[in-house]
């Protein structure tokens, strides 16, 4: 028979997996997942208000909606006063924070945050307070201190949470609390060194403050702790031995000692503030007293934080009197002489004899004389500072005094003053300012200024940068400088150095300028070259004129010269350049003057004229032409209208008509009267063949010629001169007219032709 292999039966756990697997509903693949979350709730335990050291607990719930039973993570935030204090990420729909135990840094306002992927919700806040505080604990390192000496004390809370501020106090006998020290935040616990002045017992105790959101709380006090203060006798004996009456020069030994068990303690013998000497519970020192030394000596025991002082007070009296160093006179100039005395107005007969006393002259500390005096001429290699010492025997040794120091600095004489114009121009006319100067002298330095008319001014010079300046009114002339004198003085013993003004530039203003015009004729012919001169009669060179027209308001030109006049020259003169011009001078002084206004008039130019006569003559002659012209065409019209008045005559029958003055005056009309008038109305009745070549409308117009007539007899009738018109209405007529009787008149030698 054939073998079979045998069979292998899975492990039971696979198959568990396998069954859990088939039972355990899952979303098919792609589906996707669906939440949302519902309510997120916050509850303290026990309570919202509990003492302090109580255990609590913040429970956090949370409700999710969702379309699958996958487990989410999620995230839950524990939030007090809006600022996180626990997080924890979990699949759990509930999460506990708790506080064991709670402390009143732990209270405020709380919530709950709950996070799941993108999305978050907050629980409502909740409000939590911990009532009380915890008792602090007061520890010393040492309940018997001496007086001022510092021991360790610590306060501490442990179980108390934030920033505490710590206290400490000492109640004393009487009842009366002393704050000894205060600390500035910190942790639960702090350690400092405290010292207590006061001899005897007293209670220490201490607590603390803490900081919250809702206020500042303090907490009790700490357990009372009682405090012996020891007094420590470390108090120092000092014995000075010297002389009953002590000068200076003399010896003093000094002992300085403390009697005690204590082994550490510090002495010290103290002048002033100068430490003589220092020593382990006991010293002694000598010294030789000065003059100085007058006052009290200390004795100063020292014990770590701790110490006492003796005193005891000294008298130094003077063996002689510091040496005073005097100049015999305070006013010394280079060249005097002068002398150094040095002396010592009080000593101790009893104790020195005068004519021990050494004297010595020190200068710059180089010793120039063992004597009580120096004589010398003053000069700037005499020029130091000076001073004495003196010495004097005192027991083993000399005792030296010195003098204050005396400075000796020549004074140097005034030079010749330098009397100048400030600016160094004068303008006549105008108030100025002189100075007056020294280049060499010790200030101060006196300065006087004399003037005309006896007047005086005074300036006192007292430092290198001060100059003496002296206001001074207007002079008119060049001459008055010199009448000015300055004189300077830096010494009573001395005469005064006089000076007088230097070379100073001195300006006249100009004087009134006056303007005329070239050439010195009426009017100005257009054309022509005008020159504006303008002048002055004084004042300083160089000076400027500037020409100005009284139509422009900017100037015409402007020159500076050196001389007392300037022209401008108009080259051609036209009909604008008509009207006034003024001008201006000026100079140095800056007193610009104006001139009176000249007027200049142009007249038309020579040729202009020349060209308007011919243009007149020109016109006249065409006047004339033009009269001849119309008279020799009115001589025309009237012969041509003779012929017709002729003609129509012969072939009609014509019918004449006086003027109305014929009508007027028919006895004294002649034939050859000059300008009489006639009027000749024609009548035709029938259209003949002679006067077919004249057109005739249907209402004849009147034709007019002018007919000369003949002198008439002077013997006969009046003459008159001259011709007159006669004018002649010529009518066309279809019907003959008989001939006027007048015209019958007119056949003798006065008819016309």
């Not at 939030?79 to 626990?86: A, C, K, L, Y």
């Not at 008319?453 to 940068?465: C, I, L, Q, Y």
């Amino acid at each position: 028979m054939e073998s079979r292999p045998p069979s292998v039966s899975p492990p039971p756990l696979l198959l568990l997996l396998a069954s859990t697997l088939l039972l355990y509903p899952r979303p098919c693949v792609g589906e996707q997942s669906w939440y949302t979350i519902d309510d997120v709730s916050l509850t303290v335990l026990p309570k919202s208000t509990v003492e302090t050291g109580t255990p609590v607990t913040f429970r956090c719930q949370v409700l999710v909606s969702r379309n699958d039973d996958l487990n989410l993570t999620h995230t839950f935030v524990f939030i007090r006063n809006d600022m996180e204090v626990n997080t924890t990420t979990t699949t759990d729909s509930t999460v506990d924070y708790q506080l064991n135990p709670a402390r009143a840094a732990d209270s405020g306002v709380y919530e709950c945050r709950f996070i799941v992927k993108e999305k978050r919700k907050t629980s409502l806040a909740k409000g939590f307070e911990v009532t009380g505080l915890e008792t602090p604990v007061l520890d010393l390192n040492n309940t018997g201190p001496y007086e001022n000496e510092e021991f360790t004390a610590r306060c501490s809370a442990p179980q108390e949470k934030g920033q505490l501020i710590f206290g400490f106090y000492q109640k004393l006998r009487t009842g009366n609390v002393e704050k000894l020290k205060q600390l500035g935040p910190t942790r639960n616990s702090w350690e400092t060194t405290l010292v207590l002045r006061v001899v005897g017992d007293s209670l220490l105790y201490c607590d603390y403050e803490v900081n919250l959101v809702s206020g500042s709380r303090r907490s009790n006090r700490s357990a009372e702790i009682q405090v012996i203060v020891k007094e420590l006798h470390i108090a120092p004996v000092m014995n000075v031995q010297g002389p009953e009456d002590i000068y200076e020069g003399d010896i003093l030994d000094v002992v300085c000692e403390v009697v005690h068990r204590l082994n550490n303690i510090e002495v010290s013998l103290i002048k002033g503030r100068e430490i003589l000497k220092q020593a382990r519970k006991s010293l002694r020192h000598q010294f030789r007293v000065q003059e100085g030394d007058s006052g009290g000596l200390v004795c100063k025991a020292e014990w770590g934080n701790v110490y006492k002082e003796s005193y005891q007070a000294i008298t130094v009296r003077e063996l002689f009197s510091k040496p005073r160093l005097s100049l015999e006179r305070e006013d010394v100039f280079e060249g005097d002489h002068f002398k150094l005395s040095c002396n010592v107005t009080v000593y101790v007969p009893d104790r020195i004899a005068a004519n021990t006393l050494r004297y010595s002259i020190y200068k710059d500390n180089i010793e120039v004389t063992r004597s009580d005096s120096f004589a010398s001429m003053a000069q700037p290699s005499k020029n130091g500072n000076y001073t004495c010492k003196v010495q004097a025997p005192s027991g083993l040794s000399s005792l030296v005094k010195e003098s204050p120091t005396l400075v000796v600095k020549a004074k140097v004489p005034v030079s010749k003053p330098v009397l100048s114009v400030v600016g160094n121009t004068l303008v006549l006319g105008k108030p100025f300012q002189l100075r007056c100067h020294s280049n060499r002298g010790t200030l101060p330095i006196v300065y006087t200024l004399f003037g005309p008319n006896r007047h005086t001014a005074r300036e006192t010079v007292t430092t290198p940068e001060e100059r003496a300046v002296f206001n001074v009114s207007a002079i008119h002339s060049s001459a008055s400088i010199k009448n000015f004198l300055c004189r300077a003085n830096n010494s009573q013993r001395r005469v005064d150095e006089t000076g007088q003004v230097l070379r100073s530039t001195i300006i006249e203003p100009v004087s009134k300028p006056a303007l005329h015009f070239r050439p010195m004729m009426g009017d100005v012919a257009e054309g022509q070259e005008v020159t504006l001169v303008c002048s002055v009669q004084g004042g300083s060179l160089p000076v400027s004129f500037t020409w100005y027209s009284a139509k422009k308001a900017n100037s015409l030109d402007s020159v500076t010269v050196n001389k007392l006049e300037a022209s401008h020259k108009i080259t051609e003169v036209r009909r604008d350049h008509q009207g006034g011009y003024y001008c201006v001078s000026n100079n140095a002084a800056n007193e610009a003057k104006q001139s009176p206004t000249v007027t200049i008039a142009v007249k038309m130019a020579g040729w202009k004229k020349g060209l308007i006569a011919v243009f007149c003559i020109l016109l006249i002659l065409a006047l004339i032409l033009v009269v001849v012209f119309k008279r020799r065409l009115l001589h025309f019209k009237k012969k041509s209208g003779a012929e017709l008045s002729v003609k129509s005559a012969g072939t009609k029958v014509e019918r004449l008509s006086l003027t109305q003055a014929e009508a007027n005056e028919p006895a004294n009309a002649t034939p050859g009267m000059m300008g009489k008038s006639i009027w000749s109305e024609h009548v035709s009745g029938s259209e003949s063949e002679d006067q077919r070549s004249v057109t005739s409308p249907e209402k004849a117009e009147p034709q007019y010629t002018e007919v000369q007539t003949k002198r008439a007899d002077p013997n006969r009738a009046p003459v008159k001169k001259g011709t007159d018109t006669v004018y002649s209405e010529v009518r066309h007529s279809t019907q003959g007219v008989p001939e006027p009787p007048e015209l019958n008149d007119l056949s003798g030698p006065d008819k016309m032709q």
